[in-house]
């Protein structure tokens, strides 16, 4: 079996590029029809939804190594720090006017979203071959 740390990278690192590269690709298609404040939105959002994605992979061996006292201390804090951290793009989507709040919210799920996607579509396919 694979050790957990690098099993846990490459999904985090397939999961973060299929994020990215799907956001990439919808914010070309509304620059392309003059939305520029909703491509901007959708492309600050999932940069944020990615940070927060890595940060809780990270967190996570912190949490499991550590004693339930020090456990409960250290996956509270990542949950602060990680809320903390995707307060900034809705902010930012809240008052700035060149960044769409709807796309922002969207993008702060992407990763919930290509995880989901690949669960329900892309799994069923390659287990099926």
Avoid at 21 to 30: G, P, Q, T
């Amino acid at each position: 079996m694979d050790d957990p740390h690098t099993e846990l990278s490459q999904i985090q690192r397939k999961i973060s590029l299929w994020a990215f590269s799907s956001a990439l690709i919808l914010a070309l298609v509304f620059m392309l029809l003059q939305e520029k404040a909703i491509a901007k939105g959708l492309l600050l959002g999932t940069c944020f939804s990615i940070i927060n994605f890595i940060l809780l992979g990270k967190s996570l061996p912190m949490t499991l190594l550590r004693s339930r006292p020090g456990a409960s201390l250290v996956g509270l804090a990542s949950i602060f720090l990680r809320y903390a951290i995707l307060a900034i793009p809705l902010i930012i989507g809240v008052k700035s006017p060149s960044f769409n709040l709807i796309a922002v919210i969207i993008g702060v799920f992407a990763i919930q979203i290509v995880t989901l996607f690949d669960y329900i579509l892309i799994k069923p396919l390659l287990d099926r071959k």
